[in-house]
């Protein structure tokens, strides 16, 4: 039983009041699970790594060159958001923009002023597999508070808004949740699926597993996991310097300024992303790149599967 016996219910007016005149918003997977008084997001990644953005501003004045730099805003933001997007950001985001170096302090300035509450999920979406790569749908791990719809309230843990225990009947509820999600839960992949996919680097499988997808770059923008951006100046005597996201099914993301491209070809760039997520990024750093949010397989136009990926490259190199 993930739950503790601690928790406590709240009716969602109470709830509202708590957050109050905080800046809130929720990611787009709560919002449709429960109604919100506040704007929604398509990932946490949005808030914490914005699509576009200005660094800082330069000037040529006086013969000399004038850099003013351009920090995020102080200001607390709550966030809600599913487990397996706390867990994006915990696991991928904050290894790379925060355990690494040198540290992103653009994002560093805004996951300290972030306050990750975690809302649970009940059941699993057709898209979801979040227990094939390490997670949980009941999991807060990494969030500040937990809530649960649940019945006609909130179940939560964390949240300091005076509540009532649960009744016995309502806890045979919450544990009929729990053995439900056990029961229809993805099994985890096998081990050693990073060096599986590693060893099958060569194989000529991709082809096939990569011929429908058009690389139109959509999952990997409501990924939120993917971190990847690109830096541009904007003006030349005056202007400044513009982040802005970046894709690795993009043709030219590899492009050279020698004109050479290590990736020109689509099955490249499809072996990329599979191989970076679920053999490269666990080799290094011990997690999947991946959260199975789902969310790349919900949107894809021509409904390519990153699911079906992987378990087709396994297949091959068992």
Not at 93 to 119: K, T
Request: hydrophobic share 40%; net charge neutral; with cysteine.
């Amino acid at each position: 039983m993930r739950l503790s016996d601690s928790g406590k219910l709240i009716p969602y007016e109470a709830l509202w009041e708590w957050v109050g005149s905080r800046k809130a918003f929720a990611t787009e997977i709560v919002a449709r699970r429960i109604e919100i008084p506040f704007p929604s997001l398509p990932t946490p990644k949005t808030l914490l790594l914005p699509q576009r953005e200005a660094l800082y501003r330069f000037s040529w004045r006086e013969r000399r060159w004038h850099v003013t730099p351009l920090p995020p805003p102080e200001e607390e933001v709550l966030l809600f958001a599913a487990p397996c997007e706390v867990r994006a950001v915990v696991d991928v985001l904050d290894e790379v923009f925060l355990r690494s170096s040198p540290e992103d302090s653009y994002y560093a300035e805004r996951r300290r002023n972030l306050i990750l509450g975690v809302v649970g999920c009940t059941f699993f979406e057709a898209t979801c597999f979040c227990t094939r790569v390490g997670g949980h749908p009941l999991s807060w791990e990494g969030g500040n508070f937990f809530l649960l719809p649940f019945l006609e309230g909130v179940y939560t843990e964390g949240v300091d808004v005076a509540g009532r225990s649960l009744t016995p009947l309502e806890k045979e509820e919450l544990k009929r949740i729990e053995e439900n999600l056990e029961r229809q839960a993805p099994p985890p992949l096998p081990p050693g699926t990073p060096e599986l996919l590693y060893g099958a680097f060569e194989k000529e499988l991709w082809e096939e597993v990569a011929w429908r997808c058009l690389n139109c770059g959509a999952c990997t923008f409501l990924c939120p996991t993917c971190f990847c951006f690109d830096l541009a100046l904007e003006g030349r005597l005056q202007g400044a310097m513009i982040r802005t996201w970046d894709s690795c099914m993009f043709p030219k993301f590899t492009l050279h300024a020698s004109s050479h491209n290590p990736r020109p070809h689509r099955t490249q760039r499809v072996r990329q992303r599979v191989l970076h997520k679920f053999s490269y990024f666990p080799l290094r750093k011990g997690k999947f790149g991946c959260v199975g949010c789902g969310r790349c397989v919900e949107i894809c136009p021509v409904n390519w599967d990153i699911r079906e990926a992987v378990e087709r490259m396994i297949s091959c190199a068992l």
